[in-house]
Every structure is written in structure tokens, then in C-alpha cells.
């Protein structure tokens, strides 16, 4: 973030208002921030942005025998919903192992 805004000559605050929508900013500065995360091809930091609101927009699935046919096509369905609303699937096939279930419900 902070080469865009050095590019843009904006702050990294100002960067982040126009990447998350979160206070008005002149078209022009707009423009500038805008075509900085082009040129550099900037993708926000997820692991950062999960400190900042506490949430990681992940999901987790921890599901005995993924290779079950009923499961594979659950899985499918969750995949799909999970994408289109914006957030990842983290998936774990706990192979029907009592002390593998344990590990993934802490792991997720």
C-alpha cells in the first residue's frame, strides 16, 4: 500500500479510504490511487485486513469422506454460494477419524 500511495502522492490512509469506501475522496485523488494500484498491481493483505475487523471472510468445512458422491455435490453447492457471497472455503476431510474431526474444528 505504501508504494501506491507514494505513486499516487496520497497518504496510505487516503489509499485505504479509496479501497474500502469508508470516507469520500476527490475524483482526482481517486483517480490517481486508482490507476497507482494498476500500475502496481496491488492486492490488499488479507491477514492484515483480518486483524483490522476480526473476520477473515473464510469458511470452514471440515467433512468425513469428501469422495462420497452426497458430499462431493454439498461441497459443490457450498463452493459456489461461498464464492459468489465473497468469501473463501477452507475445506478439511476429517476421513472419518474421531481425533482428525478434533484437530480440524480447532484448526478452523
Do not use: C, W
Not at 469506501?21 to 490488499?44: C, H, M, Q, W
Not at 478439511?92 to 482428525?100: P, V
Request: a negative charge.
Amino acid at each position: 500500500m505504501k508504494d501506491v500511495a507514494q505513486m499516487a502522492g496520497v497518504s496510505i490512509t487516503t489509499v485505504s479510504h479509496v479501497v474500502n469506501s469508508t470516507r469520500a475522496v476527490a475524483p482526482e485523488t481517486k483517480f490517481r490511487v486508482l490507476d497507482a494500484i494498476e500500475r502496481t498491481g496491488y492486492t490488499g493483505d488479507a491477514i492484515a485486513r483480518s486483524l483490522v475487523t476480526g473476520g477473515t471472510r473464510s469458511l470452514g468445512v471440515a467433512i468425513s469422506l469428501v469422495a462420497n458422491p452426497y458430499f462431493a455435490e454439498l461441497i459443490q453447492a457450498i463452493e459456489h454460494e461461498t464464492t459468489r457471497s465473497g468469501y473463501t472455503l477452507v475445506l478439511t476431510d476429517t476421513h472419518d477419524q474421531a481425533a482428525t474431526e478434533q484437530s480440524a474444528v480447532r484448526a478452523l
